[in-house]
């Protein structure tokens, strides 16, 4: 039968399987109520492609493998399977482990979502796919979270993923794709569709009734025509809901069978359309598999090969909703049965349908369930199969235990609220409660909302917890601290760490408790370099970043705050080790403080890259805050190097995701970028009004850390407004603290600052110290910094050759790095000498944008191109156009000379 109607959809989808063929893929959701003719529209659009033209991957998952682990991704893509081997590696590994064909670790979650890109793509390498995924509303949650990650990535490969869904049960990953919904059809197009199935029969009559009943939606036409009031719309205007008629008219139609088959056609609703294990259910409960012949002869099913296929899905639900409880327990017992030492997932699911009381010997199956999903980070299906655990538990305290549990897999599936009520029912906020459940909840309320409230619950899991979970809680606690910029917290934190430190004997608890509390000592104030170092010797020593991933972060964190060129080299190296092998949920944070650690260097190409991809990163996870904290870094460097427009659009972003979570931290972070922006701009007025209420904030706050401080610049600032005396005083008030920081950084800058203010006769001395203490840093930016303010004195004090060498060192490190504006600036000054300095032009890696970047950085270091897509979730096609768009920037044609580019420009 021709689609009737459809001519726009029929359209919209041809498009995108013309694109696919010609090399650019995409992707496109369908929705609809239930026989709107969602899979009709696919199954047309499908046969009207050329034989041989493309390769298509289609799976229709049945209801009952909902709760089944990645069983809609192993139909999906069981065709490329044998193409697994090709792929990356670490993300072979992943989906084998995934689809169990492979044992190992529990990869992250998106780690199956970036490797079924990398699959589909290899596939993709020998002819245009086509992706379908049907009924998507049942497909179990990790294979819809799998196929919408990499939905999201085929731009550039020649495939096309069609999804189609009920309206109202789309899962939460697929909203946000492109969409189109059928609705009913026209009045002309229903009327032909009656005339072309009944003619002018009984069953055609009453159409205009039959179509006001059904909104034209086809099934509904063609399955109430000629039922007892079909035309009727409920009266006075009332509607019906039209999937409850439809199954009301479907269990009539099984009324019309016998019996046994009846109960045949339940058995096969339930084995998932298995036949073989149809009949051998049936045998268990005595009735006959030949029911099936009666069941198809009426239409309802077709039997083919080894699977039974219902007409339409809502005849599948009617064969088991109207079958009797009793019944239905018994053949899920049957199932079960049959099932053992076969398909432990699918035993244990059947047995608890089977289970009517609490029965520790189901409970125990349905928690190893659990565990075995967890494994795959299937981790919504373990969630549920550990609260159906709980609720079987007959012991209260492995109740309370698997409740816990199932809240975790939520929490790392995704699934926030459903994570916060379980929390809710085992421990409510107001009545007892484990260190387990409160650091859970305290951790969503980090990530997903607030800080604040975070904070307090870390403090309540420490009160907790034994010693070595103490630390470590405390240490999480300490960095909550810090994102608020709350000193009086600081201070409480700080000092429980310190009283908890010395009961600790886990050597990951006692490096991260060493972290956290000399970090904080930097914070508050205290020369902490002795117990930094230490804390950076024993993370070293003791800390594996993919085993004890809550210490990743202080890998970066410590030597970020010694601020010296030495400390960290190796924990630096360990992190770049270790980055391609870290899930994609934890890549937003690693990337940041690796950004942050980079824009200290001369490698700004590379750290706006890292800013890039965490926020990228952090938007598609869903982290907000990680996402508002990679923004606030971005526009820190963005100040830096000129780029005054993206500077002011991250830094206003950022700082509206910040205030949304409290996170003080980066407020101020962005309010420091608009100031140094507006200090560089030579808008000496706004830069002294916006860093000063940035020192005052601090002040207020009592933050006792001069390196967030912005003392060095308010006094050139104020300085340049004709403020002599407030730049002075600040100068005099920066260099006391920096004095007891006592960390080379710190008293570079007090030194810059004090030789700005200092009188003719002084101000090379301070010069020449803060030179001597740059040496012992790895920031070259405030190093040039100190050379132009050296030779702007030089140049004022009428030592105009002097004043040159100064100004030229300055000049080479900002054009190396890429700060444009402060270049200009010290042209200018270096003009200003009486030497002629011809403009720089942008080229090199600084004309690529930072994804660009990434993908040259990668394939540079020798990388594949899978390698590289792998490393950055997105496919090979992806890269390839990526590199493309760079060999033309930098006029180069092969990766010996992307290299050499990318190594001369250092």
Request: include cysteine; glycine fraction near 10%; proline fraction near 5%.
């Amino acid at each position: 039968m021709t689609l009737l109607g459809r001519a726009a959809e029929q359209e919209t989808v041809s498009r995108l399987l013309a694109s696919a063929r010609l090399g650019s893929g995409g992707v496109l959701t369908i929705i609809g109520e239930p026989g709107v003719g969602k899979t009709s529209l696919l199954t047309e659009a499908l046969a009207g492609v050329p034989p041989g033209d493309v390769r298509v991957l289609r799976v229709t998952p049945a209801e009952a493998e909902g709760n089944l682990p990645f069983a809609a991704l192993h139909a999906l893509v069981l065709p490329a399977l044998p193409l697994l081997d090709d792929i990356p590696a670490p993300q072979a590994a992943a989906l084998g482990t995934a689809l169990s064909l492979r044992h190992g670790g529990g990869p992250d979650r998106f780690a199956i979502g970036a490797a079924t890109l990398s699959l589909l793509s290899r596939y993709a390498d020998d002819g245009p796919v086509v992706v379908v995924l049907d009924d998507v509303q049942w497909a179990d949650q990790p294979s819809v979270d799998a196929v919408a990650f990499a939905a999201r990535r085929v731009r550039n490969d020649p495939i096309a993923i069609l999804i189609a869904g009920r309206s109202a049960e789309v899962p939460e990953p697929v909203r946000g794709l492109p969409t189109i919904e059928l609705g009913g059809l026209s009045p002309e197009a229903a009327a032909q569709l009656l005339d072309e199935a009944f003619g002018s029969s009984d069953r055609r009559r009453d159409a205009d009734g039959l179509y006001r009943s059904t909104g034209g939606n086809p099934l509904a036409l063609l399955e109430l025509a000629g039922e007892p009031n079909a035309g009727d719309d409920g009266g006075a205007g009332l509607p019906r809901t039209l999937p409850d008629r439809l199954q009301r008219t479907f269990a009539r139609r099984l009324e019309a069978l016998t019996p046994d088959e009846r109960t045949v056609a339940m058995v096969a609703a339930m084995a998932g359309d298995d036949l073989r294990l149809t009949r051998a259910a049936c045998g268990r409960l005595g009735v006959d598999p030949a029911g099936l012949d009666g069941a198809a002869g009426a239409g309802l099913i077709a039997v083919d090969g080894g699977h039974v296929t219902f007409r339409h899905p809502l005849l599948r639900a009617a064969a088991y909703g109207s079958a009797r409880p009793e019944l239905r327990r018994r053949a899920h017992l049957a199932l079960a049965d049959e099932l053992a030492g076969v398909d432990a997932d699918r035993h244990a699911w059947h047995l608890a349908a089977a289970t009517t009381h609490l029965d520790e010997s189901v409970a125990a199956l349905l928690a190893e369930l659990g565990h075995r999903a967890g494994v795959r980070t299937a981790f919504t299906v373990a969630s549920t199969a550990f609260e159906r655990a709980a609720r079987l538990s007959p012991n209260p305290g492995d109740s309370h235990d698997r409740l816990i549990a199932a809240a975790h897999a939520a929490w790392a599936g995704g699934q926030r609220v459903r994570a916060l009520a379980l929390l809710d029912e085992v421990e409510p906020p107001s009545g007892p409660a484990t260190a387990t459940g409160t650091e859970l909840r305290a951790t969503i309320a980090v990530r997903s909302g607030s800080a604040r409230e975070g904070l307090g619950l870390l403090e309540r899991a420490a009160d907790l917890a034994d010693p070595d979970q103490r630390v470590l809680i405390l240490a999480e606690a300490w960095h909550a601290c810090m994102y608020l910029a709350d000193t009086g917290a600081m201070r409480r934190i700080d000092a429980r760490l310190a009283a908890a430190l010395p009961f600790a004997t886990d050597p990951v608890a006692r490096a991260v408790g060493l972290a956290a509390s000399g970090t904080a000592g930097v914070l508050l104030g205290r020369d902490s370099t002795v117990l930094l170092r230490d804390a950076v010797s024993q993370l070293a020593d003791h800390v594996d970043p993919l085993a004890h991933p809550a210490a990743l972060p202080w890998l970066l964190l410590a030597p970020l705050f010694l601020r010296d060129a030495d400390g960290g080299g190796e924990l630096r190296t360990l992190v770049d080790r270790v980055r391609a092998r870290v899930g994609v949920g934890a890549l937003p944070n690693l990337l940041f403080h690796v950004a942050r650690d980079q824009a200290t260097t001369n490698a700004w190409d590379r750290a706006a890259a890292n800013y890039d991809e965490a926020a990228r990163l952090a938007r598609e996870t869903g982290q907000g805050g990680e996402l508002a904290m990679s923004l606030a870094g971005l526009a820190c460097l963005e100040a830096r190097s000129g780029r005054a427009g993206q500077c002011r659009e991250h830094a206003a972003d950022a700082l509206a995701r910040c205030q949304e979570r409290s996170i003080r931290f980066g407020e101020i972070w962005c309010e420091l970028a608009v100031g140094e922006l507006a200090l560089s701009e030579g808008r000496s007025a706004e830069a002294v009004q916006r860093l000063g209420a940035v020192a005052a904030r601090l002040d207020d706050d009592q933050v006792g850390d001069p390196d967030l401080h912005p003392g060095p610049d308010l006094v050139d600032a104020l300085l340049r407004t004709g403020d002599a005396g407030a730049a002075a005083e600040l100068a005099g008030a920066f260099a006391a603290a920096a004095t007891v920081n006592g960390r080379p950084w710190t008293l570079a800058r007090a030194d810059r600052a004090l030789g700005l203010i200092a009188a003719e006769d002084d101000f090379e001395a301070h010069f020449a110290s803060a030179l001597a203490h740059h040496r012992h840093t790895r920031d070259e930016f405030e190093t040039a910094r100190t050379h132009l303010a050296y030779g702007m004195r030089l140049r004022r004090a009428g030592r105009r050759v002097d004043a040159r060498a100064s100004l030229r060192a300055a000049l080479a490190s900002f054009d190396e790095l890429g700060a444009r504006i402060w270049a200009a600036n010290t042209r200018t000054e270096l003009e200003a000498t009486g030497e002629h300095v011809p403009p720089r032009e942008a080229a090199g890696p600084g004309a690529l944008t930072p994804q660009e970047l990434q993908v040259c950085l990668l394939l540079a270091e020798g990388r594949t191109t899978r390698e590289a897509a792998a490393a950055l979730f997105l496919s090979p096609k992806t890269i390839e156009y990526h590199l493309r768009k760079a060999y033309t920037k930098l006029a180069i044609h092969s990766r010996d000379e992307l290299a050499t580019a990318l190594r001369d420009a250092g």
